[in-house]
């Protein structure tokens, strides 16, 4: 079964196991938050904040294919882009697997946000909007610069493996994050493949 497409009861006992995680904060916790180094500190804040903004792209491209009456899936340009980028995240040391899954699961989430709003807008009976943002020359750009710098922090967030203070701190702010965002199931999707390393 396609995530996109999971039922909202999966998706919302997941989102519970994420929102308890960020609850549990004791002094444990706190103690190897201490330990975190100032540079795995910034790969996590930067890796975690580069997925919050890809996916803030999502309504701008709802919006483009609501004007549009593009489809939301585009399987064949998608597997071509996927493939691009693992190349790309290979060359930069990337493992061919987590890029992968990352980058699948970056779409995944685009989607389901995309889904999401196009449902909303089929019941509101939403006309085209006025100037919505072009594919081609707004969003496209920004995602192609958002590209390079994730394939740059999943790099940098795979030397903290054997860093399990870093890896916790990474769970932390991942739970808050989630816990805390508008799209929050699609922002779990997001992180669901570092979540699972």
Do not use: C
Request: glycine share 4%; no cysteine.
């Amino acid at each position: 079964m396609n995530r996109v497409s999971l039922g909202a009861g999966s998706l919302g006992r997941r989102r519970l196991g994420w929102i308890a995680a960020g609850l549990l904060v004791s002094s444990v916790v706190l103690a190897a938050d201490r330990q975190v180094s100032d540079e795995a500190r910034e790969t996590v804040d930067g890796l975690l904040g580069q997925v919050e903004q890809r996916l803030a792209v999502a309504p701008d491209v709802a919006m483009a294919k609501w004007n549009s009456g593009a489809p939301i899936n585009a399987p064949e340009r998608e597997a071509q882009i996927l493939e691009r980028v693992v190349v790309e995240a290979q060359q930069q040391g990337v493992d061919q697997q987590l890029a992968r899954a990352f980058f699948q699961d970056q779409f995944d989430a685009s989607k389901a946000v995309q889904q999401q709003l196009h449902q909303q807008w089929q019941q509101a009976s939403q006309p085209p909007f006025d100037n919505p943002p072009d594919l081609a020359s707004d969003v496209r750009p920004q995602l192609d610069t958002l590209t390079p710098q994730l394939i740059q922090s999943l790099h940098e967030y795979q030397s903290l493996e054997d860093e399990p203070a870093a890896l916790q701190y990474f769970e932390d702010n991942a739970a808050r994050a989630v816990a805390d965002h508008e799209y929050a199931e699609a922002l779990e999707m997001a992180l669901s493949s570092l979540r699972e390393e």
